[in-house]
T-cell receptor, first 115, second 114 residues
Framework: GAGVSQSPSNKVTEKGKDVELRCDPI?????LYWYRQSLGQGLEFLIY????????KSGLPSDRFSAERTGGSVSTLTIQRTQQEDSAVYLCASSLRTASYNEQFFGPGTRLTVL | AQSVSQHNHHVILSEAASLELGCNYS??????LFWYVQYPGQHLQLLLKYFSGDPLVKGIKGFEAEFIKSKFSFNLRKPSVQWSDTAEYFCAVSSNNAGNMLTFGGGTRLMVKP
């Protein structure tokens, strides 16, 4: 079946611009996670959504970062006024349920480059 | 807060050599442990996981890992590596008591020479 998909695969933007990154989770998966992978920081958690509950935003690095999940499916990660340190690969993952032992399935990521 | 350490950042092996990648975590509660692999140009995929039961878990492609609670370790092993095992390997931990997100180690880049 279809896996997690993300778009765009690559995004180049200028410092100060806003960007939106999209994630389509596996159908039926109730939990959705955003991570980012950068050279300096490795893989780090950003935010996760669990069903209809309020999202856990504890990993967002600043208030320039926000995310929403509409209809319990597609999610959009928005970065406002991008900075060069935002350059990274942004990964989305989904899991069937929200229990912490459930496998998270990862998408291919969006490579963001801020010039 | 939970954290994960992978001590080997880069490992180079010849085919048929044995592999052991170290992973240690710090968290006082009940944890779930994972090894993910990222092959060149591909996305992260699960190799194996432990959440209860037999501390020796077997995963795909001949990999296994042993959870040693007293040492807070979850080392990954393979008795004989192949060139196709060239990839980056990530150890990760999660816990119901610390949010369901994964906390990753820094990763280990494995290169297997043919």
């Amino acid at each position: 079946g279809a896996g997690v998909s993300q778009s765009p695969s690559n995004k180049v933007t200028e410092k100060g611009k806003d960007v939106e990154l999209r994630c389509d989770p596996i159908s039926g998966h109730t939990a959705l996670y955003w991570y980012r992978q950068s050279l300096g920081q490795g893989l780090e958690f950003l935010i996760y959504f669990q069903g209809n509950s309020a999202p856990d935003k504890s990993g967002l690095p600043s208030d320039r970062f926000s995310a929403e999940r509409t209809g319990g499916s597609v999610s959009t990660l928005t970065i406002q006024r991008t900075q060069q340190e935002d350059s990274a690969v942004y990964l989305c993952a989904s899991s069937l349920r929200t229990a912490s032992y459930n496998e998270q399935f990862f998408g291919p990521g969006t490579r963001l480059t801020v010039l | 807060a939970q954290s994960v350490s992978q001590h080997n950042h880069h490992v180079i092996l010849s085919e048929a050599a044995s592999l052991e990648l170290g992973c240690n975590y710090s968290y006082g509660g009940t944890v779930n442990l994972f090894w993910y692999v990222q092959y060149p140009g591909q996305h992260l995929q699960l190799l194996l996981k432990y959440f209860s039961g037999d501390p020796l878990v077997k995963g795909i492609k001949g990999f296994e890992a042993e959870f040693i609670k007293s040492k807070f370790s979850f080392n990954l092993r393979k008795p004989s590596v192949q060139w196709s095992d060239t990839a980056e390997y990530f150890c990760a931990v999660s816990s119901n008591n610390a949010g369901n997100m994964l906390t990753f180690g820094g990763g280990t880049r494995l290169m297997v020479k043919p």
